[in-house]
């Protein structure tokens, strides 16, 4: 799930920075610092976007560094269990599709994909149901259900599943609700 | 010559500058050189500048460590004091106790100090008559019935003790048969006192000759008149006035003789100062014993040190010694404790208890190797917005 | 200004000179190259950009 947060921390204002808008020196720094990071709490942290509040700048003995404590917006990443998520076909491969899911990559496995058997399609670098004749491809849109996680520092590895109801290929749920 | 109104309006102007007091004695002084040495107004403006400027440059800036420069202040003084404990100060034989002694007694508030002294001042209408004052000391002076005696012995044939009185002693002291034969009859197990010419016969009842003679040490030093603990008094002729000296210390029975100057009278025993006249008179006798031992031994100590150590001692309102006990032993913090003395008792009691250190004095930052709230250490610095 | 104490004119112009030499802007015009001394003239013109807190 995709989220913005509120972040409480201190900023480390080296002395090269001074002479500039503080605020835009604060999100520079925090951006190095944050951005592209892991947190066990608050999954990936994508980007910092707000400086809502800059404290007082406290000197501390031996360093000419300032410390700002400051509050700021984060917008970060954390897949949860049973989640129902949508993304883009990225990847075909012989035991599965990798859907982009935001910052990371989730794996459909073929035993997932449909009730049908499933081939691949080598040439076309497709994965087409036996029976159904139903065709997933590179760039399809679907919608999965995460069914197992595993977050590890830095890398998470998704499971997702799309044999359950109204999941699937957009154009293979919209089929269904037609059915009724 | 400066108008008298010109000098009171230029000191109020700066009256928020200094204290009431040095304004005071500003004034006075300014009183008296403007007679002297003629001021012109512009002098006595640049008199008055001269003294803020003197009065703030002695001013500590806060932060300064006064605690570690008292205790400097009035350690280094102290080895070059003498080891050498008894003196005779001022009066002719009487005992004082000086220089380094004297000092940790005081530092340690002993509750028994060596030799308890009390000066004692008359009031000011009997201020010059040696005769008073010879009277005082008679209420004082402690006396006992083996002081006025030729001689005292045990009768074993009879079972009591035997007396033999000096009447001159006795009139010496003001005290006639009477008198100490209802003194006598006050202690316990005397039965009966008989006298006959300058004997006293006393008997105690039915006692074995072991108990006679405990009883005839009783009876030796139990005391006739005076004031209990007191000695000894001495007269001693002071300027004008005269003054007595007593050997131990009373100061609230002392306090009760008609013609003692209660204003002025003092004594050398610190507790017995804030059990009779309080606190604030304890903290000024500290001040005035350790300045008065460290002159006596031509040490010349700032009285700030001495008072801060004197506030540290009585801010509790009970005066506190300045060691385990007291002051270093009471510290809030466990570090600090723990480093003075027996440190794993302090520390395996803070364990048990679960305290917590919050590390804001100075020997806990100096343990764990941080900067100490002192001085520059004490100074937080922001940026500017 | 406020009426600072010793102690705390020294943090000031010791944690500016510290600034200084590892590269903030200076904010008088100045002949001299000396950190310390750099700071100290801050100090005088009352522009250095640093204050205390007192609690």
Request: glycine share 8%; with cysteine.
């Amino acid at each position: 799930m995709f989220k913005v947060v509120q972040i409480r921390d201190t900023a480390r204002v080296p002395p090269n920075k001074f002479g500039r808008e503080l605020n835009q020196s604060i999100a520079e720094i925090l951006q190095g610092q944050y951005e592209g990071t892991w947190d066990k709490d608050l999954g990936f942290i994508l980007a910092i976007h707000n400086i809502i509040e800059v404290g007082d700048g406290k000197i501390v003995p031996g360093d000419g560094s300032a410390y700002y404590e400051t509050v700021f917006e984060a917008l970060t990443y954390l897949p949860k269990l049973y989640e129902v998520v949508e993304g883009e076909v990225e990847e075909i491969t012989e035991f599965g599709a990798f859907v982009r899911l935001g910052p990371i990559d989730g794996l459909v496995h073929v035993s997932q994909l449909t009730n049908d058997f499933i081939n691949y399609d080598k040439k076309n670098n497709t994965l087409s149901g036996k029976e159904s004749g139903r065709v997933l491809k590179v760039g399809d849109k679907i919608r999965g259900r995460i069914v197992t996680l595993s977050l590890k520092r830095g890398s998470a590895k998704i499971g997702l599943t799309m044999r359950q109801p109204y999941l699937g290929k957009f154009e293979w749920i919209a089929e269904e609700k037609k059915e009724g | 010559m400066a108008d008298l109104t010109y000098i009171d309006t230029q000191i109020e102007k700066n009256g928020d500058k200094l204290t009431e007091h040095i304004l005071g004695q500003l004034k006075e002084k300014l009183y008296f050189a403007n007679e002297k040495y003629n001021l012109s107004n512009d002098e006595v403006v640049s008199i008055i500048e001269e003294c803020i400027k003197a009065y703030e440059k002695s001013l500590v800036d806060p932060g300064e460590a006064v605690g570690t420069v008292a205790a400097q202040s009035l350690g280094e003084p102290g080895t070059q004091m003498t080891l050498n404990t008894f003196h005779y100060a001022g009066v002719a034989d009487i005992n004082v106790t000086l220089g380094l002694p004297r000092i940790i007694e005081i530092v340690d508030a002993r509750k028994d100090p060596n030799t308890p002294v009390m000066r004692i001042y008359l009031d000011e209408d009997i201020r010059e008559s040696r005769e008073k004052a010879e009277e005082i000391v008679k209420e004082i002076e402690g006396t006992t019935i083996e002081s006025i005696s030729k001689s005292m012995k045990i009768d074993v044939i009879n079972m009591s003790i035997v007396v033999e009185l000096d009447t001159y002693k006795m009139q010496k002291q003001g005290l006639t048969l009477d008198d100490i034969k209802e003194k006598l009859y006050k202690l316990k197990k005397v039965e009966s006192i008989e006298d006959e010419d300058n004997f006293l016969t006393l008997k105690a009842g039915d006692v074995s000759l072991m108990e006679l003679r405990k009883f005839f040490n009783r009876v030796k030093s139990h005391q006739l008149k005076g004031i209990k603990n007191v000695k000894r008094a001495l007269i001693k002729k002071e300027a004008e006035e005269y003054v007595i000296y007593t050997e131990g210390s009373n100061l609230g029975e002392a306090f009760k003789i008609p013609g003692v100057d209660i204003t002025r009278s003092i004594s050398n025993d610190i507790n017995e100062i804030q059990r009779v006249l309080g606190i604030e008179a304890a903290r000024r006798a500290i001040v005035d014993e350790i300045r008065k031992t460290l002159e006596e031994q031509g040490l010349d100590v700032d009285i700030r040190h001495i008072m801060l150590l004197a506030d540290l001692m009585t801010m509790e309102g009970e005066i506190k010694q300045i060691g385990r006990h007291g002051i270093s032993g009471e510290k809030s913090s466990i570090l600090a404790r723990a480093s003075f003395e027996v440190t794993t008792n302090h520390l395996m009691k803070a364990a048990k208890f679960g305290e917590i250190d919050s590390l804001s004095g100075v020997t806990e930052n100096v343990i764990i190797g941080q900067p100490i709230p002192m001085g520059t250490g004490n100074v937080k610095l922001i940026m500017k917005k | 200004m406020l009426n600072y104490t010793k102690y705390e004119k020294v943090r000031i112009i010791g944690a500016r000179a510290l600034q200084i030499s590892l590269g903030a802007p200076i904010l008088i015009e100045t002949s001299t190259l000396d950190p310390i001394r750099i700071a100290q003239e801050e100090m005088k013109k009352e522009v250095i950009p640093i204050t205390v807190i007192r609690d």
